[in-house]
């Protein structure tokens, strides 16, 4: 290990991260710190108060919407992760690298079309196949527009893993499906979570394209502020952010530290 | 391999790739053909081909090459940093993590962040350097553009420098190369993959921005992605809109071409 | 690969546990049943109470959805796939959804509230007889200023904004109607002027406006206002009322060269399922005393005659929000203009836009 050099620069190097760091939480700090604020506003910090927290939990649509934003979050992303990993296998048995090339090149089109033109182009095509706009069409759409995600995070890994591995599990009697399980998931497992992560990023953060496909009183996080926001942001918007930043935040801790107790933390074990 | 396996892995992503990419391509190249009183005509190509349009595409070409700088010259040294920590893959989440709090209140609360009166011009003050006009700067824009896709990037570079094994480091050092050769000449040739990856997932992107647009930059700034939200949402000009979007899929692909990165690799047998 | 399924499992346990939760909290709120109502109206755009109100006298459960441009709320409709009973489109739009067979003819003898519209806001061209729409709210297109950031300068006029003062000091609202309306409104053109010269000196002399325009923003226009962020915004004159309930050191106007009088009416959308129901919020809508505090709790002007007489008097009596009818007069409905014109105006406005470079 090269521990010389990394204490040399590490005063230096960690200032730069701790930089980096308050940069990308400052605004979420700066809505927690204003969904105590008595005021009433994101200015003018008059006074603390638990009474946007109250307001949260008194509104039952907004908690519903909540659940449904979660839902849609967990279900997409599993969803997808599963279809997208079938992808990446997919990409990867393909033997001409045209076709490689042409797949790769289908599957980035949702990547980078505009979410507006997503969304637009998914309300005609399910308005002509004739699904009812709500709870469906939104977690097809979420599904739809997270697969390509996954793959570009899978792919990577599926790649650098050498062929001769799998015609060395082959040579030894593996059967097909042993190769995929014992073999190749666990290898491409750090992208298959990469690729779900992402994915979950994806669907909370989509505001556009469930926008156009959601109907019917179904409604999601994004959307529901985006239409309060008409009348400025109300602070128990804030409190809710808060409350949902705290509740992924000791998530994601706890899951890592469960995980890393129980195995070695995900990624690390694929360095040799 | 038998082309029976193949085929099993290939049905549903064909079938999402058929009804979720292809269907929808064809109906905005289809509604790309129709002018706004649903005639067919080829007219809003010959549009796009005006003035205003050319200079919208220039300014989309320019603030997102800047802001695909800027994500790099942060996201590259923060990356490196990251895979030297203890729980690299805890802090790599942390990374994440900020991206799932809604964009429209995080770019609320850059408003008050940033507005004259604001946290950031308050400090400014006290240093002496006096209130500045932040909000619907072009700084800003490129600012919080970067602050949303900087993930984007950290992660394919993380990733890369995380591929690359140490002791290369190592033996350039003792080979008596500086850290600025070691770096030129080793670690960034071995990630090139990486921020090749990370720059596709931030640049194609920012051409299309929109919505901050407006909220930062208070329309100061015109994106590709600001007109195809017009057209669609305002004008209801959706031949226009499509237009625009056929020809960023074509810009999206030439990019994907340009600077293809697909790793040479033997194909089994 | 055992952790993997393990995850996965997990997050389909879960997910099916929130949709129980989603379940339990409707059914505990009543929404299971058909018994419903779906009302799709600007965020934001009626006082809460009201539909709690509503739902307690008529037994009916409301879902609210919103939008937040009558674009996107046209787009939704013709496109089917939903049931919105009840929708709050503004004038231009209602006449659009006529011409594309969008709404249901209004029964008038199922509306006896009907009666507390003051005639003025009745019969108008957008919708002849009211046989679609039934009035909900209206409103101006204005300034909004602060004389305190301008030494006590009193604004008056659209022209007044080319002063030199207000350099890098105005706020416009994102809308090319709004925007290009007044440009035409200060060569004192009409708002719904076609003819292409009177257009391109209408750019012209906005783009010379350029240096005074700090930002074109959306809503959040009303916050950037309040906080002083720029001292002069043109905004819509319910977003006005409401920044001037915030900061009062704000004042409107609604500028002598004349400007845009807008409505917000109630229409069916021909996608409606529940009509008894549709006619029954209406109804419920019309009555002085809820149109009142609907119009407390929102801020914009109401076409009820007879709420306007139980308001107080410093709201009703505010010509700022109420202009009397002489000054009514001189100002102009949007008419719908065509979808080709219209998109000449999203043109124009784009290359107002874009002159800012």
């Known amino acids: 290990m090269a521990s010389q050099r990394i204490s040399r620069g590490w005063k230096w190097s960690n200032l730069y991260l701790i930089a980096v760091f308050v940069v990308l939480y400052a605004p979420i700090f700066f809505l927690t710190l204003y969904s105590f604020n008595s005021g009433g506003a994101m200015h003018d910090f008059e006074g603390f108060t638990l009474e946007w927290y109250k307001e949260v939990f008194a509104d039952t649509r907004l908690l519903i919407i909540v659940l449904n934003t979660l839902v849609i979050a967990l279900l997409s992303s599993a969803l997808s992760t599963i279809l997208g990993v079938l992808g990446a296998l997919a990409i990867q048995h393909v033997r001409r690298r045209r076709t490689q090339n042409m797949l790769l090149a289908f599957n980035n089109v949702l990547i980078v079309s505009p979410d507006v033109i997503i969304g637009a182009s998914f309300l005609i095509l399910f308005t002509i196949i004739g699904i009812k706009l709500g709870f469906v069409s939104v977690l097809l759409a979420h599904i739809a527009f997270s697969v390509p995600i996954v793959v570009i995070m899978v792919l990577p890994k599926l790649e650098e893993m050498s062929s001769t591995w799998i015609d060395a599990a082959r040579d030894l009697g593996a059967s097909r499906s042993d190769v995929l399980t014992k073999v190749i998931l666990p290898y491409i497992r750090p992208g298959i979570f990469a690729g779900f992560f992402m994915a979950l990023t994806y669907s909370l953060d989509d505001f556009a394209v469930t926008f156009f496909v959601t109907g019917n009183g179904y409604s999601t996080l994004a959307v529901e502020i985006y239409s309060r926001a008409r009348q400025g942001i109300s602070l128990s918007i804030n409190a809710l952010s808060t409350l949902i930043f705290l509740f992924t935040i000791i998530l994601v801790i706890g899951y890592y530290f469960i995980n890393q107790r129980g195995n070695r933390p995900p990624g690390t074990e694929v360095q040799q | 391999m038998s082309v029976k396996s193949r085929n099993l892995y290939l049905i549903p992503y064909a079938a999402w790739i058929v009804l979720f990419v292809v269907a929808p391509i064809a109906l905005i190249v289809y509604y790309s053909l129709f002018d706004i009183e649903g005639k067919f005509t080829f007219s809003n190509y010959s549009d796009f081909f005006t003035p205003v349009y050319m200079r919208m595409t220039l300014s989309s070409f320019w603030y997102a090459f800047l802001i695909t700088a800027f994500s790099l010259l942060i996201a590259y040294p923060a990356a490196y940093l990251l895979t030297r920590t203890k729980h690299k893959q805890l802090w790599l989440l942390l990374i994440i993590l900020p991206s799932w709090i809604n964009l429209l209140l995080k770019a609320y609360a850059f408003l008050g962040l940033f507005g004259t009166y604001g946290i950031v011009n308050a400090a400014l003050e006290t240093f002496g350097i006096g209130r500045q006009q932040i909000l619907f700067t072009d700084f800003s824009f490129v600012f919080v553009s970067v602050y949303i896709f900087i993930p984007f990037m950290i992660l394919p570079v993380f990733n890369a420098l995380e591929k690359m094994n140490p002791s290369l480091i190592d033996a350039s050092r003792d080979l008596g190369a500086s850290a600025w050769t070691t770096f030129r000449r080793v670690v960034f040739p071995l990630t090139i993959n990486g921020v090749k990856a990370g720059c596709q997932a931030v640049f194609i992107p920012a051409l299309s921005l929109f919505m901050i647009t407006r909220l930062i930059a208070g329309n100061r700034v015109i994106t590709l992605g600001t007109a195809i939200e017009q057209h669609f949402l305002v004008t209801q000009d959706w031949g226009m809109g499509a237009t625009i979007a056929v020809f960023l899929v074509v810009i999206m692909a030439l990019i994907m071409v340009l600077t293809g990165n697909r790793p040479k690799r033997e194909v089994s047998r | ?357």
């Open chain 3, 1 to 357: 690969m055992k952790q993997l399924v393990r995850m996965f499992i997990a997050v389909f346990v879960v997910a099916f546990a929130l949709v129980y939760g989603v379940h339990l909290l409707n059914s505990s709120e009543g929404y299971a049943g058909s018994n419903t109502l779906t009302i799709y109206n600007w965020g934001d755009y009626i006082d809460p109470d009201l539909i709690t109100e509503f739902e307690k006298e008529s037994g009916l459960k409301v879902i609210y959805q919103t939008f937040d441009s009558n674009e996107a709320m046209m787009t939704k409709i013709e496109q089917g796939g939903t049931t919105f009973d009840v929708s709050v489109p503004s004038e231009y739009a209602i006449s659009k959804m006529k011409e594309e067979n969008l709404l249901l003819p209004i029964d008038h003898n199922k509306l006896p509230n009907l009666a507390h519209i003051d005639e003025r806001f009745l019969n108008l061209s957008f919708d002849p007889n009211n046989e679609y729409s039934i009035p909900y709210f209206w409103g101006t297109v204005g300034i909004v200023y602060n004389p305190s950031m301008l030494d006590g300068w009193q604004i008056k006029s659209w022209n007044d904004l080319w002063d030199p003062r207000l350099r890098n000091q105005i706020l416009l609202v994102d809308g090319a109607r709004e925007v290009i309306g007044f440009g035409l409104n200060s060569l004192h053109y009409s708002l719904n002027d076609t003819e292409e010269a009177h257009l391109q000196e209408a750019k012209n002399k906005l783009s010379t406006l350029t240096p005074n325009v700090k930002a074109i923003v959306g809503d959040e226009i009303k916050m950037l206002l309040a906080n002083e962020e720029a001292a002069v915004g043109v905004v819509w004159s319910g977003d006005a009322s409401e920044i001037m309930g915030e900061n009062e050191n704000l004042d409107y106007v609604v500028p002598e060269e004349g400007s845009n009088l807008w409505f917000d009416n109630m229409v069916i959308p021909k996608t409606a399922r529940n009509i008894e129901g549709a006619y029954k919020f209406m109804n419920f809508m019309l009555d002085p005393e809820h149109a009142a505090q609907n119009a407390e709790y929102v801020g914009y002007s109401t076409p009820n005659k007879d709420a306007l007489a139980i308001l107080p008097e410093d709201i009703s009596g505010d010509e700022r929000f109420y202009p009397v009818p002489e000054l009514t007069e001189k100002l102009e409905v949007y008419r719908n203009l065509g979808k080709r014109m219209l998109a000449h105006y999203n043109e124009l406005f784009l290359e107002f836009k874009m002159h800012r470079k």
